[in-house]
Structures are given as structure tokens and as C-alpha cells.
């Protein structure tokens, strides 16, 4: 059964850093597009960042390009979004996906119908 259990989210000021984890049990990355998501008030879920299995890379959206990072750590299990330079339009809950695929996406990974599989989400919000 897959698991995927957020942490590290909270409250920073405007330019600071944060980084979310995302342990995850019951797959291994080789065949699973994996990503982040998030969800404002008032908003539908976004993709932030994802990675495509096979060897397809990763992807971001637009407005977090150059100041959030995706990784994964195999020893650990553990999925990584470095978000750096932080804005207030960044306030969100923030979820991580899993999705056993065994083909690469492509950026479809930023897709949130591509996932069956969710974490409970975390809250982050930046301050002005």
C-alpha cells in the first residue's frame, strides 16, 4: 500500500527558505511519477513540481522556476521540494502524489489527474 506523509511546512518570512519532505512507503521511485502540489484558498490545486520516471526528468511551473528544487533521496525514501526566496503568493497547502506509471510523463507529471495517490498535505504560508 503506498503511503506518503508530509513534513516540514510552517511559517517564514517573505525570502526566506523551507524545505517539505515527503516520506513515502510501500514503492520505490524507479517506475512512480512523483510531485508536489499545492492548494490555495479559493484556488484549484496546482502543480508545482514533479518528477517523471524512466529517466523523463523533472519539471516545474513557471512561477517557482529557478527558486524551488525537487529530489529524491532512495535510501531514504524520501521525496525533497527546497523552496527558496519565498513570496506570499507561495501561502498554500502543499501535498505530495504518487503514481506508478513505468513510462516516462514527460512534464504530465505536473498533472494532478495523473495521481491516485495523495498526503495528507501540509500548511505553508509566508509573510509579507
Known amino acids: 500500500e503506498v503511503h506518503l506523509v508530509e513534513s516540514g511546512g510552517g511559517l517564514v518570512q517573505a525570502g526566506g527558505s523551507l524545505r517539505l519532505s515527503c516520506a513515502v512507503s510501500?514503492?520505490?521511485?524507479?517506475?512512480?511519477?512523483i510531485g508536489w502540489f499545492r492548494e490555495a484558498p479559493g484556488k484549484e490545486r496546482e502543480g508545482v513540481s514533479c518528477?517523471?520516471?524512466?529517466?523523463?526528468?523533472?519539471y516545474y511551473t513557471d512561477s517557482v522556476k529557478g527558486r524551488f528544487a525537487i529530489s529524491t533521496d532512495n535510501a531514504k525514501s524520501t521525496l525533497y521540494l527546497q523552496m527558496n526566496s519565498l513570496k506570499p503568493e507561495d501561502t498554500a497547502v502543499y501535498y505530495c502524489?504518487?503514481?506508478?506509471?513505468?513510462?516516462?510523463?514527460?512534464?504530465?507529471?505536473?498533472?494532478?489527474?495523473?495521481?491516485?495517490?495523495w498526503g495528507q498535505g501540509i500548511q505553508v504560508t509566508v509573510s509579507s
Open positions: 502524489a504518487a503514481q506508478k506509471l513505468g513510462y516516462n510523463s514527460g512534464n504530465y507529471c505536473l498533472q494532478r489527474w495523473l495521481y491516485d495517490d
Open positions: 510501500g514503492f520505490t521511485f524507479d517506475d512512480y511519477a
Open positions: 518528477i517523471s520516471p524512466s529517466g523523463g526528468g523533472s
